[in-house]
């Protein structure tokens, strides 16, 4: 069974940092894209950033180019966010997906809240 | 900046059928951009419906269907049962990045 497992998340101030993780489990990791998406409470679903099988392309979206970074470790079966210089608009629930293809997505974590405020 | 578009909400009786569509504020949709849909119940994480147009992921019953009409992607969904009360997504596959539509609501009454 294909298992997603986000953590990482929780309460911080504006303009720190956040890594979170995502544990996999139940099928080849490291033959899959990964993606992030992000959902803001009573809101919509926005795609965050992506990685392909061997962490040798990335792509973010423009409102967190720069700030966030995705990686992965395949040995550990581990998709990883790293979050810095965080904003009061970065508050979320931040959802690992794995890639189907590289297009769309097809099995989901539970998420993991994280909340930028002072 | 290029939005893509869903119907805020949409309601169905049961038993009856529904089609959400999934368009692009300037342009066409086209199998080219992947199409897929997802749909989310309150506190949930989404659920994959359909990929690539009209795939249906696994364990998704036949009465969720996916395809292209006109210039959008569209979600069927034919005998509406209670249970299929959600939010559903559509997603765009645009090259360097994927957009989400902003979700429509669907009721069953």
């Known amino acids: 069974e294909v298992q997603l497992v986000e953590s990482g998340g929780g309460l911080v101030q504006p303009g720190e940092s956040l890594r979170l993780s995502c544990a996999a489990s139940?099928?080849?990791?490291?033959?899959?894209?990964m993606h992030w998406v992000r959902q803001v409470p009573g809101k919509g679903l926005v795609w965050v950033s992506r990685?392909?099988?061997?962490?040798?392309?990335?792509s973010h979206a423009d409102s967190v180019k720069g700030r966030f970074t995705i990686s992965r470790d395949n040995a550990k079966n581990t998709l990883y966010l790293q979050m810095k210089s965080l904003r009061a608009e970065d508050t979320a629930v931040y959802y690992c997906?794995?890639?189907?293809?590289?297009?769309?997505?097809?099995?989901w974590g539970q998420g993991t809240l994280v909340t930028v405020s002072s | 900046q290029t939005v893509v578009t869903q119907e805020p909400s949409f309601s169905v009786s049961p038993g009856g059928t529904v089609t959400l569509t999934c368009g692009l504020s300037?342009?066409?949709?086209?199998?080219?951009?992947?199409p897929s849909w997802y749909q989310q119940s309150p506190g949930q994480p989404p659920r994959t419906l359909i990929y690539?147009?009209?795939t249906r992921s696994s364990g998704v019953p036949d009465r969720f269907s996916g395809s292209i009409l006109g210039n959008k992607a569209a979600l069927i969904i034919t005998g509406a049962q209670a249970d299929d009360e959600s939010d559903y997504y559509c997603?765009?596959?645009?090259?360097?990045?994927?957009?989400f539509g902003g979700g429509t609501r669907l009721t069953v009454l």
């Open positions: 990685m392909n099988s061997d962490g040798s392309r990335t």
């Open positions: 300037s342009g066409s949709v086209s199998t080219d951009y992947y």
């Open positions: 997906a794995r890639g189907s293809g590289w297009y769309s997505f097809d099995h």
């Open positions: 139940g099928f080849t990791f490291s033959s899959y894209w």
């Open positions: 997603v765009l596959y645009m090259g360097n990045y994927m957009l």
């Open positions: 690539n147009t009209n």
